[in-house]
């Protein structure tokens, strides 16, 4: 079953590159909250039907819509997150709201995660077993926005569909759409950009530690639902460009992916500023327009003294048609910023966006825009756990393998790593192993850094295969979940400093390992350059017990 209009649009926005998806039962039904004003009854647990006779199926024309982050595609295994269930037009009396898993979907046994109120006139529910399992309402009162929380299972237990019903009135239903069927192409609805007092929870600004008005350029950022919210200034007349890529090489590398460029720009005659959605292809100088502008929402802008500043915000991930035009923010990449002199109105051509005045400056380290930095910035040494080989009394300077680790001071839902090893070209790796054994009856979770054929050094996330086998593979979804802070070759050794997400994501399983868990942990170098590892130059080394990451440091 499934709704039409602008609410299929949504159901297909929510769910695009979804590994989550929330059974929502949404039933705005007048007639029967006068009969049970104080919410959805226990056998609406199953079937999600509403039991006053309306027709299963019926368009939804109304606009209720259910915004959070884990409708953007993962959720962190104990996380708590924020929810909102909003009436874009009009508002309704009721409803009723599960999260279930994929496995066994049509089952009561499947409803997943828990609930807590946050507004007034609604009460958690009890379906599986486990109270808090659902929330519904416990007030007939009209409702134009609910917000509540959702923490997801302790455990990562793969993917959570999201079904959800609408009872728009006594004959208009919509009972268990499936979400995961549609995705937006055209008209879509984000949530209303947030008051002037908000927090913005992300921010990037150059020069490093400069002063809000006194930066050549600042970005501050926040998610909203499957949007993210920006707010951005910066010194120029033409524009100003926040990008992000896979990669801080030059932006015209041949070898490297597209970049994604949002771009407040100017028009020529009074301080009006537009917002424009850009890419640069890989190998590419002249950037293009997207294909179309669906998922940006200009909010406002203004150019004062040379300095432009602009309001607006963005869907997270690509739409369909534009998945070569727009980076995934929930991915990791390098940002940069960029600037010109180019004014332009609404359809200028964006070949004025090639003539930069500055060269691109990129972080530091990458970060998910969605979630956030996992910035490092202490020192090396106030890493509480360390590691060295051939002996535990060698040096930084002097062991063949020396690496340190601890729990990011930033981020705590990261763990930070520093790998020196004495070699000049190719790669040194951390793994992390339940047998210990390298191509056992299990996977093995590899991490580390490596030298590129031209490039600075890179950090990558691998896995070893089950059954055998001595070159590692990529993990499945990418460097998601994984922060590249410092690489180099100095003083002849390859060092780096990165951080890696402690859970595991979803589209990770099989090939990352929760490193809140005791595993043996092994350590290994070898002479090729680039992702993934392959062949290691000697049998690696193990350590001798299982070791906790997180909650051990030697």
Same mark, same amino acid.
């Given at each position: 079953?499934?709704?039409?209009?602008?609410?299929?649009s949504?159901?297909?926005?929510?769910?695009?590159?979804?590994?989550v998806?929330?059974?929502?039962?949404?039933?705005?039904?007048?007639?029967?909250?006068?009969?049970? !004003?104080?919410?959805?009854?226990?056998?609406?647990c199953?079937?999600?039907m509403?039991?006053?006779?309306?027709?299963?199926?019926?368009?939804?024309?109304?606009?209720?819509?259910?915004?959070?982050?884990?409708?953007?595609?993962?959720?962190?295994?104990?996380?708590?997150y924020?929810?909102?269930?909003?009436?874009?037009?009009?508002?309704?009396?009721?409803?009723?709201?599960?999260?279930?898993?994929?496995?066994?979907?049509?089952?009561?046994?499947?409803?997943?995660?828990?609930?807590?109120?946050?507004?007034s006139?609604?009460?958690?529910?009890?379906?599986?077993?486990?109270?808090?399992?659902?929330?519904?309402?416990?007030?007939?009162?009209?409702?134009?926005?609910?917000l509540?929380?959702?923490?997801?299972?302790?455990?990562?237990?793969?993917?959570?569909?999201?079904?959800?019903?609408?009872?728009?009135?006594?004959s208009?239903?919509v009972?268990?759409?499936?979400?995961?069927?549609?995705?937006?192409?055209?008209?879509?609805?984000?949530?209303?950009? #947030?008051?002037?007092?908000?927090?913005?929870?992300?921010?990037?600004?150059?020069?490093?530690?400069?002063?809000?008005s006194?930066?050549?350029?600042?970005?501050?950022w926040?998610?909203?639902?499957?949007?993210?919210?920006?707010?951005?200034e910066?010194?120029?007349?033409?524009?100003?460009?926040?990008?992000?890529?896979?990669?801080n090489?030059?932006?015209?590398?041949?070898?490297?992916?597209?970049?994604?460029i949002?771009?407040?720009q100017?028009?020529?005659?009074?301080?009006t500023?537009?917002?424009?959605?850009?890419?640069?292809?890989?190998?590419?100088?002249?950037p293009?327009?997207?294909?179309?502008?669906?998922?940006?929402?200009?909010?406002?802008?203004?150019?004062?003294?040379?300095?432009?500043?602009?309001?607006f915000t963005?869907?997270?991930?690509?739409?369909?048609?534009?998945?070569?035009?727009?980076?995934?923010?929930?991915?990791?990449?390098?940002?940069f910023?960029?600037?010109?002199?180019?004014?332009g109105?609404?359809?200028?051509?964006?070949?004025?966006?090639?003539?930069?005045?500055?060269?691109?400056?990129?972080?530091?380290?990458?970060?998910?825009?969605?979630?956030?930095?996992?910035?490092?910035?202490?020192?090396?040494?106030?890493?509480?756990?360390?590691?060295s080989?051939?002996?535990?009394s060698?040096?930084r300077e002097?062991?063949?393998f020396?690496?340190?680790?601890?729990?990011?001071p930033?981020? #705590?839902?990261?763990?930070?790593?520093?790998?020196?090893?004495?070699?000049?070209?190719g790669?040194?790796?951390?793994?992390?192993?339940?047998?210990r054994?390298?191509g056992?009856?299990?996977?093995?979770?590899?991490?580390?850094?490596?030298?590129?054929?031209?490039?600075?050094?890179?950090?990558a996330?691998?896995?070893?295969i089950?059954g055998?086998?001595?070159?590692n593979?990529?993990?499945?979804?990418? !460097?998601?979940?994984?922060?590249?802070?410092?690489?180099?070759?100095?003083?002849?050794?390859?060092?780096?400093?990165?951080?890696?997400?402690?859970?595991?994501?979803?589209?990770?399983?099989?090939?990352?390992?929760?490193?809140?868990?005791?595993?043996?942990?092994?350590?290994?170098?070898?002479?090729?350059?680039?992702?993934?590892?392959q062949?290691h130059?000697?049998?690696?080394?193990?350590s001798?017990?299982?070791?906790?990451?997180v909650?051990?440091?030697?």
């Amino acid at each position: 079953q499934r709704a039409i209009g602008r609410e299929q649009s949504w159901c297909q926005l929510t769910c695009m590159k979804m590994n989550v998806l929330f059974c929502c039962v949404l039933c705005i039904i007048p007639t029967l909250l006068v009969a049970l !004003p104080g919410g959805a009854p226990p056998e609406a647990c199953s079937t999600l039907m509403p039991n006053h006779g309306g027709t299963q199926g019926a368009p939804n024309n109304t606009g209720f819509f259910l915004f959070g982050e884990p409708l953007s595609g993962s959720y962190v295994p104990g996380t708590t997150y924020r929810m909102r269930l909003v009436a874009t037009i009009g508002d309704f009396a009721g409803f009723f709201i599960q999260a279930r898993q994929e496995s066994n979907q049509e089952a009561v046994s499947s409803i997943v995660g828990t609930w807590v109120t946050v507004s007034s006139g609604i009460r958690t529910a009890r379906c599986n077993g486990v109270d808090g399992d659902a929330i519904t309402h416990s007030s007939r009162d009209r409702k134009a926005e609910v917000l509540m929380d959702w923490t997801a299972p302790a455990t990562n237990v793969g993917r959570i569909h999201f079904f959800y019903s609408i009872v728009v009135a006594y004959s208009n239903i919509v009972v268990k759409l499936n979400a995961t069927e549609e995705r937006p192409s055209s008209t879509i609805v984000p949530p209303p950009m #947030p008051p002037a007092d908000a927090v913005f929870s992300s921010t990037y600004r150059q020069p490093e530690g400069c002063q809000q008005s006194n930066c050549a350029f600042y970005v501050e950022w926040r998610n909203n639902g499957e949007f993210i919210d920006f707010r951005m200034e910066g010194n120029a007349v033409g524009w100003i460009a926040l990008g992000i890529t896979d990669t801080n090489w030059p932006l015209n590398n041949a070898s490297r992916h597209f970049s994604d460029i949002l771009a407040c720009q100017a028009v020529p005659i009074g301080s009006t500023v537009n917002v424009k959605d850009l890419y640069l292809p890989g190998g590419g100088l002249t950037p293009s327009f997207d294909s179309s502008t669906n998922g940006l929402v200009y909010t406002s802008g203004r150019i004062n003294s040379a300095r432009i500043f602009c309001n607006f915000t963005r869907v997270q991930f690509p739409l369909i048609g534009q998945e070569d035009e727009d980076y995934d923010f929930n991915r990791d990449g390098y940002i940069f910023f960029l600037s010109g002199t180019a004014t332009g109105a609404a359809s200028a051509v964006p070949a004025g966006f090639s003539a930069s005045t500055r060269r691109a400056v990129f972080s530091n380290s990458t970060v998910s825009l969605y979630r956030g930095f996992a910035a490092f910035t202490g020192s090396i040494n106030s890493l509480p756990g360390k590691g060295s080989f051939p002996t535990s009394s060698c040096s930084r300077e002097d062991c063949d393998f020396y690496f340190r680790w601890g729990v990011n001071p930033n981020n #705590p839902n990261y763990l930070t790593f520093f790998i020196s090893a004495d070699l000049t070209v190719g790669w040194a790796a951390i793994g992390v192993s339940r047998d210990r054994r390298m191509g056992g009856d299990e996977i093995d979770d590899v991490f580390g850094c490596t030298t590129t054929n031209g490039g600075p050094p890179i950090v990558a996330d691998t896995y070893n295969i089950a059954g055998g086998g001595r070159s590692n593979l990529g993990d499945k979804s990418g !460097p998601v979940g994984l922060v590249q802070h410092n690489t180099g070759v100095i003083n002849g050794r390859l060092e780096c400093t990165f951080s890696r997400i402690i859970s595991v994501l979803t589209g990770e399983e099989g090939s990352d390992f929760n490193l809140d868990n005791s595993y043996y942990v092994i350590i290994g170098t070898g002479y090729t350059q680039g992702a993934p590892f392959q062949r290691h130059e000697r049998n690696p080394e193990w350590s001798t017990s299982e070791v906790n990451l997180v909650r051990e440091s030697s």
